[in-house]
C-alpha cells in the first residue's frame, strides 16, 4: 500500500479532533498500519521532549504513542508557546526559531511552510497512513490568505479533509452547514464527510439531523461518536481544557495547584488527579490557599518572570509563606521552582527588560535565564527515596545555591533541585516524574497521603485501546481509508 492521508478539521476549537485523531492512531495501527500522527501547526504551552531531542505539542505525542511510534520533531514542525498575549515563542521542528508578535507570525508565517512539507514527506517515507490534525477551524476565511494550519496545508499537500463537529455544544447542525457556507470552492471540494462528536443519549433522536446534512453537504455521515467519559485520563491538550478535564478523586492528602497564567506542562499533575486518596484542587488569581491544604505545587510556567509577578500581585506570595509557617510543604516544577528561589536573573532580557527580580525566597538558590535551551529526556533517581524516575526536561535558566546541596533527584552524576534546610519545599526541573508509579506511591506517603495501587502508564494504555475500540464502533474505518489521499 502506498502512503495515503486525510486531514482531521473542526467546526471550531476544542470540538475534539485531537482525541479522535488519537483513537484513530491506535485502531489502525491495531489493523496493522503503519501509522503517523501530523498536526503542521499547533499553538500550546503542553509540550513535549521527542526523542530526537525537539519539542512538540503534548497532543502530537500522545498520538505518536496510540500510533506505537517514537514521538519526532517532524509530527509537529510549527508549535507555537505563547509567553503574552499578543506574542508567542516560535517553534520550527523542534527548535526555538524567534519570539514573534501574533501579527508578525500572521504576515511571515508563510516562510514556514517549506519546514511543514519536508516534514510530511519525511514523515511519509515510512508511513502506510498518516492522520493529520488540523487547529481550530478552517471556517476562519480571515485567516485564510497564507493559512498553514488547514486548508492551507491541505491544498499544499493535496490530501482530502473530514469535517469533526462537537454535538455536545449545540448548534452542530448549523456550524456544519456554516462551515462549508464560508468556504470557497475549491476548500470545500476538498472536505469529504463529516463526523458527529460528543453525542449524549439515543443517537437515533439525530437521524433527522443526519440526513439533513447529508442531503445539504452532499457528504458522507463517517459516524457519531457518543462521549467517551473515560478521555479524562489522558492528557489535555492545552489549558482551555483544564476545567473539564483535570477533576481528581477527593481523597484526604489535600493538593492545591496554582494556576499561573502562563502555566505549561500541566499534564505533570495527571497521575496525582487518579490517586484514590488525593484531591487536586486548581486555585484561580486571586483565591485563597485554604489552611487544610497539605502540599501546594507551583507548575511550570511559559513566563516565569510574569507569573512571579502574577503571583505576587494576588497575594499568594503571602499565602505560601503561611502555609509553610503552618508545616504546609510546597513543590515547584521547572519554572515553579525558579520562583521558589532569592533571585531570578535575565542578563539578555529573554523575557522582558533585562534584569533581576526577587523570587519568593522559599528556597536559598539564585536561577540565571539563558538562551540555550534544555531539552532532554532523562532517567534519574529520587534521593530521598532511592526510586528511579523517568521524565523530560524543558527549560531556559540554571539555579544555584545553598539548597542544592540537598537535591532532589540525581540524573547520573548531575544532581536536580533543591530542598530547604527544614524540608518543607523542594523543586525540581524534572517533568513527567509523578507518572513513575514508585516513586509517586513513595513521595505521597512519605508526606502522610493514603494512596491505592495506581499503575499510570497501564491506564493510558488501557484507555487508549478502550477509545480506539469505541472508535471503530462508531466511525465507519473503511470508508475513511477508502477516502484517504495517496501521497
Known amino acids: 500500500m502506498s502512503a495515503r492521508a486525510f486531514m482531521l478539521m ?18 489502525f495501527a491495531n489493523r496493522g498500519l503503519n501509522v503517523t500522527p501530523f498536526k503542521p501547526q499547533n499553538m500550546s504551552n503542553n509540550a513535549a521532549v521527542t526523542g530526537d531531542g525537539g519539542e512538540i505539542g503534548r497532543a502530537q505525542a500522545l498520538q505518536a504513542r496510540a500510533a506505537r511510534q517514537s514521538a519526532t520533531v517532524h509530527m509537529n514542525p510549527v508549535l507555537l508557546k505563547p509567553e503574552t498575549n499578543a506574542g508567542a515563542q516560535v517553534i520550527i521542528q523542534g527548535k526555538r526559531a524567534a519570539t514573534m508578535t501574533a501579527r508578525d ?36 476565511i480571515n485567516l485564510r490568505d497564507g493559512d498553514l494550519a488547514n486548508m492551507g496545508f491541505a491544498k499544499a499537500v493535496d490530501i482530502p479533509a473530514f469535517l469533526v463537529g462537537d454535538i455536545h455544544r449545540g448548534g452542530v447542525i448549523a456550524s456544519i452547514v456554516g462551515t462549508l457556507a464560508v468556504l470557497d470552492t475549491d476548500d470545500k471540494a476538498r472536505l469529504k464527510g463529516f463526523i458527529i462528536n460528543k453525542f449524549h443519549g439515543d443517537v437515533k433522536l439525530f437521524e433527522t439531523g443526519k440526513s439533513y446534512l447529508e442531503e445539504t453537504t452532499k457528504l458522507p455521515c463517517l459516524g457519531i461518536v457518543p462521549h467517551f467519559p473515560h478521555a479524562r485520563n489522558l492528557p489535555a491538550e492545552d489549558a482551555v481544557a483544564l ?5 481528581s478523586h477527593s481523597g484526604p492528602y489535600k493538593i492545591v495547584v496554582l494556576r499561573l497564567p502562563r502555566i505549561a506542562n500541566f499534564d505533570d499533575l495527571d497521575p496525582l488527579r487518579l490517586e484514590t486518596g488525593v484531591s487536586v484542587t486548581f ?32 497575594g499568594w506570595d503571602i499565602d505560601l509563606k503561611a502555609h509553610v509557617r503552618r508545616g504546609g510543604r510546597v513543590l515547584g516544577l521547572c519554572g515553579g521552582y525558579q520562583m521558589l528561589g532569592q533571585k531570578i536573573h535575565d542578563p539578555e532580557g529573554l523575557e522582558g527588560a533585562a534584569g533581576s527580580v526577587d523570587g519568593l525566597g522559599l528556597l536559598n538558590i539564585e536561577t540565571s535565564l539563558l538562551p540555550d535551551k534544555t531539552l532532554t529526556r532523562v532517567t534519574a533517581t529520587h534521593l530521598a527515596s532511592g526510586h528511579e524516575i523517568e521524565g523530560y526536561e524543558i527549560h531556559l535558566g540554571t539555579s544555584h545555591g545553598p539548597d542544592c546541596t540537598r537535591p532532589f533527584a540525581r540524573i547520573g552524576k548531575h544532581d536536580d533541585g533543591a530542598t530547604s534546610a527544614d524540608g518543607l519545599v523542594s523543586g525540581t526541573y524534572i517533568h513527567g516524574c509523578f507518572a513513575s508509579d514508585e516513586f509517586r506511591s513513595t513521595y505521597l506517603k512519605t508526606l502522610g497521603a493514603n494512596l491505592s495501587d495506581l499503575a499510570f502508564e497501564a491506564i493510558i494504555e488501557k484507555t487508549l485501546d478502550e477509545l480506539a475500540s469505541h472508535l471503530e464502533q462508531h466511525l465507519n474505518l473503511d470508508q475513511m481509508l477508502e477516502l484517504a489521499g495517496e501521497i
Not at 482525541?19 to 491506535?26: I, Q
Open 105 to 140: 507570525f500572521f504576515t511571515n508565517r508563510q516562510q514556514f511552510m517549506p519546514a511543514i512539507i519536508e516534514s510530511f514527506k519525511i514523515l511519509g517515507q515510512q508511513a502506510d497512513l498518516i492522520i493529520v490534525e488540523g487547529a481550530g477551524s478552517p471556517a476562519e
Open 10 to 27: 473542526g467546526t471550531g476549537s476544542d470540538v475534539g479532533k485531537s482525541l479522535v485523531a488519537a483513537g484513530l492512531c491506535r485502531a
Open 283 to 314: 486555585l484561580e488569581l486571586g483565591e485563597v490557599i485554604p489552611g487544610d491544604t497539605n502540599l501546594v505545587f507551583i507548575p511550570g510556567s511559559k513566563s516565569t518572570m510574569a507569573d512571579l509577578a502574577s503571583l505576587r500581585a494576588t
Open 243 to 247: 476545567e473539564e478535564t483535570l477533576t
